[in-house]
């Protein structure tokens, strides 16, 4: 079975700097998707990012960008020029690559705040 | 429709009353998910669908939850005799059935409990 490991409950950093968020999983499957979805105090859920197994290429989308280490099954968040905008909960999910059923396994979360 | 929409946004109900939950998946997509999320923990998978056909129900809690999506389109998720351990954020799901795996959430249903 899939799971997936958020290891930092909470961080906060400072307006304008760097934050990772860490996330290791567990499969035996060789292709998947990893996800790194927000979750701001609206409690809505909103893609931040993706990255395919099969890429080696680290994913980037503006300021947020992926550190991917599939040997070591890593998949860290790191958010650039933090703003306070980006206050949230953030959960790490797991996708299987094969079969049509697309469920996602989470991580428990890691509560980011921005100070200002 | 252009996003995925669920309701009732809040419900309060009492114990051992039944609840419906509905989800309108963004129009197209094939595949529906639930899911539920307490407070301060992450999501858990629930139930899945393709088309109408409930592909994997692993998810469920116990017998007093079931989900339905009878023409393929809107899908109801139904608690009956709740307990105050239902409560939670009932999150839905829609994506498409191949190629881009991204799935888009609706807004949720708060279920309370009392």
């Known amino acids: 079975a899939q799971t997936v490991t958020q290891s930092q409950p909470e961080m906060s950093v400072q307006e304008a700097e760097t934050v990772t968020l860490s996330c290791t999983y567990d499969?035996?499957?060789?292709?998947?998707?990893l996800f790194w979805y927000k979750q701001p105090p609206s409690r809505q859920m909103i893609l931040v990012i993706r990255?395919?197994?099969?890429k080696q290429q680290n994913a980037t989308e503006n300021r947020f960008s992926v550190n991917f280490q599939k040997a070591a099954k890593s998949f860290s968040l790191k958010i650039s020029d933090s703003q306070l905008g980006d206050t949230a909960m953030y959960f790490c999910?797991?996708?299987?690559?094969?079969?049509?059923?697309?469920?996602?396994?989470w991580g428990l979360g890691t509560s980011l705040a921005v100070n200002p | 429709g252009a996003g995925v929409s669920q309701s009732p946004r809040y419900k309060v109900t009492k114990r051992g009353q039944d609840v419906a939950l509905r989800c309108d998946p963004i129009?197209?997509?094939?595949?529906l998910y639930w899911y539920r999320q307490a407070l301060g923990q992450g999501p858990e998978f629930l139930t899945y669908?393709?088309?109408?056909?409930?592909?994997?129900k692993s998810g469920l809690p116990n017998d007093r939850f079931s989900a339905e999506r009878p023409e393929g389109s809107i899908s109801t998720l139904t608690i009956q005799r709740t307990e105050q351990r239902d409560s939670a954020m009932y999150r839905c799901?829609?994506?498409?059935?191949?190629?881009?795996?991204?799935?888009?959430f609706g807004q949720g249903t708060r279920l309370t409990v009392v």
């Open positions: 669908f393709n088309y109408e056909a409930q592909q994997d």
């Open positions: 129009s197209g997509h094939v595949s």
């Open positions: 499969t035996s499957e060789n292709n998947y998707y």
């Open positions: 999910a797991f996708m299987r690559g094969a079969g049509n059923n697309r469920k996602l396994i």
């Open positions: 990255q395919e197994a099969y």
């Open positions: 799901a829609s994506s498409k059935l191949q190629g881009n795996t991204e799935a888009f």
